[in-house]
T-cell receptor
Framework: ELKVEQNPLFLSMQEGKNYTIYCNYSTTSDRLYWYRQDPGKSLESLFVLLSNGAVKQEGRLMASLDTKARLSTLHITAAVHDLSATYFCAVEVNAGGTSYGKLTFGQGTILTVHP | GAVVSQHPSWVICKSGTSVKIECRSLDFQATTMFWYRQFPKQSLMLMATSNEGSKATYEQGVEKDKFLINHASLTLSTLTVTSAHPEDSSFYIC???????????FGNGTRLTVT
């Protein structure tokens, strides 16, 4: 059974600081996704990582993937209050093409950025 | 960009009644749709995979007779919660894709409250 674990689960940051959220998964994956969720809302897609060593950046967020270590990171640079949200990683294991798009989610990391 | 629309956004129903949630792909043909459930302050859990023209595949522990899924066209999947109980109160989110190597899109979610 695929397991996806995030840490930390709760993260309180000061504005301007840097921090990293980690996502570990238990089996070989085809794709890894990062999503943002605001309270009461659905998911907003942040990144899709497809291969070992993939690195993507958008604004103050940067995601990377190490498939050998089965680890993805979401790095936050110079946090601002608007980044406060819950962040999920999700792993796709596409077994022979039959499970494309089927995701297993991590527990989520609740990020709060303080002035 | 591609949009997946869910309807209704929220619904309140009485215990014992049934409620139908629609998931529509507005500008692409979705060969596969997924239904997730998210309880408050928890992660998303996959309920079932819905392929157009065939029976849905349910995850372990999800009652197929209680959560009826129909994917009769390439742009519409429906989830019917039958004989709803308060413990079915949750946020239901669908996702849709055209298939291999195509983007995955999430709907805006439906908040169900059973009184």
């Amino acid at each position: 059974e695929l397991k996806v674990e995030q840490n930390p689960l709760f993260l309180s940051m000061q504005e301007g600081k840097n921090y990293t959220i980690y996502c570990n998964y238990s089996t070989t994956s085809d794709r890894l996704y990062w999503y943002r969720q605001d309270p009461g809302k659905s998911l907003e897609s942040l990144f899709v990582l497809l291969s070992n060593g993939a690195v993507k950046q958008e604004g103050r967020l940067m995601a990377s993937l190490d498939t050998k270590a089965r680890l993805s990171t979401l790095h936050i640079t110079a946090a601002v209050h608007d980044l406060s949200a819950t962040y999920f990683c999700a792993v796709e294991v596409n077994a022979g093409g039959t499970s494309y798009g089927k995701l297993t989610f991590g527990q989520g990391t609740i990020l709060t950025v303080h002035p | 960009g591609a949009v997946v629309s869910q309807h209704p956004s929220w619904v309140i129903c009485k215990s014992g009644t049934s409620v139908k949630i629609e998931c529509r792909s507005l500008d692409f043909q979705a060969t596969t749709m997924f239904w997730y459930r998210q309880f408050p302050k928890q992660s998303l859990m996959l309920m079932a995979t819905s392929n157009e023209g065939s029976k849905a595949t349910y995850e372990q522990g999800v009652e197929k007779d209680k959560f009826l899924i129909n994917h009769a066209s390439l742009t519409l999947s429906t989830l019917t919660v039958t004989s709803a109980h308060p413990e079915d109160s949750s946020f239901y989110i669908c996702s849709a894709t055209q298939g291999n190597n195509s983007p995955l899109h999430f709907g805006n979610g439906t908040r169900l409250t059973v009184t």
